[in-house]
């Protein structure tokens, strides 16, 4: 039996990802670092701070592979090591 669509939905219009899309790593070229990463955040009780520089790594992969447009990591959400390292200095968002 269907209900039809929820009335909320007549204005609903699909957003694109800010960035884009980006192929899937369908030929596994940067899956190690994947599972070290999740790894990682398990051990670290999902705590992704614990775990920056792997996502770093990751990202970093990715973009040297093709498997995403190449960006500066600063518009990637990633700051100067010194202003991670100093709670003062860490932008409040």
């Not at 009335?7 to 790593?25: A, C, H, W």
């Not at 992969?61 to 518009?75: H, Q, T, V, Y």
Request: glycine letters at 6%; a neutral charge.
């Amino acid at each position: 039996m269907s209900f039809g669509r929820p009335p909320t939905f007549d204005n609903f219009r699909p957003v694109p990802p800010e960035k884009g899309s980006f192929p899937l790593d369908h030929e596994g070229e940067c899956q190690e670092l994947m599972k070290v990463y999740l790894s990682c955040l398990q051990n670290n009780k999902s705590e992704s701070l614990s775990c920056r520089h792997l996502s770093k790594e990751y990202l970093k992969c990715r973009m040297e592979r093709g498997l995403m447009a190449p960006d500066e990591f600063k518009n990637l959400g990633f700051q100067d090591k010194e202003k991670l390292d100093n709670p003062a200095t860490r932008d409040k968002s």
